[in-house]
């Protein structure tokens, strides 16, 4: 019975996790509400929302260390309730401000989950050497854990990842109190994972950086998933259009001419020789086209990509006063 | 339903990580130096006063253990006192101190069942106490051989073996029960400080209780009391109530193996002695017949604080 596939949960063998109505209650309250959704093999999947959405407990579930209320989930096939062993075996998790044992080196500790991983010691100290040396770690693999800063710490936990060759990375916040540099650096080595063919779970309410590495994120509120897609496709769904170009050009009849171009919202005239187009996809090239078709000066062309930030700002602003407009 | 896989899977690996952790820690040796500080002290007390006295005694190694010089307490006094605050100082952070360092949920995502971690902590510190007191158990037999020129017999070893094992489980109490305050208290000092509320409450205001108690469920009899003799009645009383403690039933296993003249625990009528020769000593056998149920109590307490530990730990969030 443990081992066995269960039928319907992976819609095609590319989906390594599949949620169905993944519920999680504590007495009344719900703090994952029949949630849906599919990560593809190979994916950076972001699941993003506010402190207290229910990221960290879908997490959980996912790696049976808290019990699933209702509906299901299947990671790699396996149902993470019934054979957790065979689920911890095959994803590598990254808690929120991981922890260390402080009085063992960065070795040590790695070999510690390493000998819980079940691997021999051959096996071991090559994959720990190899691990430590991806995070840039190995300059201070026999120092202690102690005297690791934020971001090494967080590193020595992907290197933990590293070392079970994890075919799922779930990482929970993974960039929180890290500065520039050092989140610059970790999504590289997040990048590298999907690289490899790691699908990869984020959870973070940093939005510039899960925009920065994720394929599709999944938007939490209050224990819904209230939008799912790629960032370009939720601009469309919650700003109208996704992207904002702006072409500084002299010419007559430009306006014109890129009101024409197909997937335009519309055209605002900013000055005499500025204007600014709201599109769905990026227009630059068809812009810079109709500009020189209309033998038009072109000095600039500019385009704000869609930011989550906006995405997020827009929808729980939007979401908010209508809750208030319910209220009342 | 099974769950797949061992639950014990894992439990070696945590076992010696937790028992190299627990040797060589500043804590344990600050509880080693205590305990064998004391119990040298009590040790050498005792030699001293085995040596001014030269009547011929059978069980001179044994004598060891339980001979106590005032002001200080015999050995088995000092331990029955000490093993508690080891057990506690070993104990008191088990699984608290893994949330604090947020070591929890990463160590439980490794393919292993929460099992082999409560399993594996427990074992270790119960393994670094039964180290710590089989080293003192084999330096007492050695100062006995050296200060008191008699090798021990086969029976005194046969005892004193009998006192290692029942002390390492008077060790496993104490530390069932720092293992289960360390799993509901989120604070390590909070549980540090309700594990040695209890163990103080038990050992040193208990015994002061009991027989109050015991006097209210059965007031003494006045006629008893006129012939200056213990109501039976509440004397039993007295003995069951004070038996609640861990402290009152290693006391009453160690008299009954390390002293083998006893012949029993509790009150008895002058008939029941009809026969009896006074003061010649039981086989071995006999001897640990009585301390027996002195000894399957501690073992059952162990298992009950164990398994009530691992209720609350299975059930438990894995998040702060």
């Not at chain 1, 693999?141 to 710490?153: D, H, I, L, P, Q």
């Amino acid at each position: 019975m443990s081992d066995q596939k269960p039928e319907g949960g992976a819609a095609s063998p590319d989906v390594v996790i599949a949620a169905r109505d993944l519920t999680k209650r504590y007495g009344k309250t719900s703090v994952v509400d029949a949630i849906n959704f599919d990560i593809a093999k190979g994916e950076v999947f972001g699941l993003l929302g506010p402190n207290g959405a229910g990221k960290t407990t879908t997490i959980l579930m996912m790696l049976g260390l808290t019990e699933i209320s209702a509906g299901r989930v299947s990671v790699l096939g396996f149902d993470p309730a019934r054979s957790p062993l065979q689920v911890k075996r095959r994803v590598g998790y990254l808690p929120d401000a991981v922890g260390f044992y402080d009085h063992l080196t960065a070795v040590e500790n790695l070999a510690y989950a390493a000998k819980l991983m079940g691997l021999s010691m051959a096996e071991r100290s090559q994959r720990i050497v190899a691990a430590l040396s991806r995070v840039r770690l190995l300059d201070v693999a026999n120092k202690r854990v102690a005297t690791f800063s934020r971001g090494m710490r967080q590193r020595l936990g992907l290197a933990e990842v590293i070392v079970k060759r994890a075919e799922i990375a779930i990482l929970d916040e993974p960039t929180s109190g890290l500065d520039p540099q050092a989140t610059l650096e970790f999504l590289d080595l997040i990048r590298e994972l999907k690289a490899e063919g790691v699908s990869v779970l984020l959870s973070s309410h940093m939005l510039d950086q899960v925009q920065r590495v994720c394929d599709r994120v999944a938007l939490f509120r209050t224990g819904k998933i209230v939008m799912m897609g790629s960032v370009a496709e939720l601009a469309v769904q919650v700003l109208g259009a996704g992207f904002v170009v702006e072409v500084e050009a002299d010419g007559a009849g430009i306006a014109r001419r890129l009101a024409a171009i197909p997937g335009v919202g519309n055209v605002e005239t900013l000055a005499e020789d500025r204007f600014r187009m709201t599109a769905d996809r990026d227009v630059r090239p068809d812009a810079a086209r109709a500009v020189v078709a209309a033998n038009g000066a072109l000095r600039r062309l500019s385009v704000d990509e869609p930011s989550l930030e906006a995405i997020y700002a827009h929808y729980f602003q939007a979401s908010q006063s209508g809750g208030v407009r319910d209220a009342a | 339903m099974r769950r797949e896989g061992s639950a014990f899977q894992g439990v070696g690996a945590v076992f010696i990580k937790e028992l190299s952790d627990n040797i060589s820690s500043v804590r344990m040796l600050m509880l080693e130096l205590l305990i064998v500080l004391t119990a040298m002290a009590a040790l050498y007390e005792a030699i001293i006063a085995l040596r001014q006295n030269t009547a011929e005694d059978p069980f001179l190694l044994l004598r060891l253990f339980t001979v106590s010089q005032a002001p200080l307490p015999s050995f088995v006094a000092v331990l029955g006192f000490l093993i508690p605050l080891m057990a506690i100082g070993l104990g008191f952070d088990l699984i608290n101190s893994e949330h604090n360092r947020r070591t929890l949920s990463r160590i439980l995502a490794q393919p292993i069942y929460r099992d082999a971690l409560l399993l594996g902590k427990y074992l270790a510190g119960l393994a670094t106490i039964a180290i710590s007191l089989t080293a003192l158990w084999l330096l007492v037999i050695g100062l006995g051989l050296i200060f008191l020129g008699v090798p021990p017999g086969g029976e005194e070893i046969a005892r004193s073996l009998a006192f290692l094992v029942i002390a390492i489980f008077y060790a496993g109490v104490w530390l069932s029960l720092a293992m289960l305050l360390s799993i509901v208290f989120r604070s390590p000092a909070t549980a540090a400080l309700v594990a040695l509320g209890i163990w103080l409450f038990l050992t040193v205001l208990w015994p002061m209780l009991a027989p109050a108690f015991a006097q209210m469920i059965s007031p003494p009899d006045p006629r008893y009391a006129a012939l200056g003799l213990d109501t039976p009645d509440t004397a039993i009383w007295t003995q069951l109530l004070q038996r609640f403690s861990p402290n009152d039933l290693f006391g009453e296993a160690m008299l009954a193996v390390l002293s083998p003249t006893t012949r029993t625990l509790g009150p008895v009528f002058l008939d029941q002695l009809r026969g009896a020769v006074m003061g010649a000593p039981l086989p071995f056998g006999e001897s640990v017949m009585i301390a027996w149920p002195q000894t399957v109590g501690l073992i059952a307490c162990t298992i009950v604080l164990f398994v009530a530990g691992y209720i609350l730990f299975q059930r438990q969030e894995v998040r702060a």
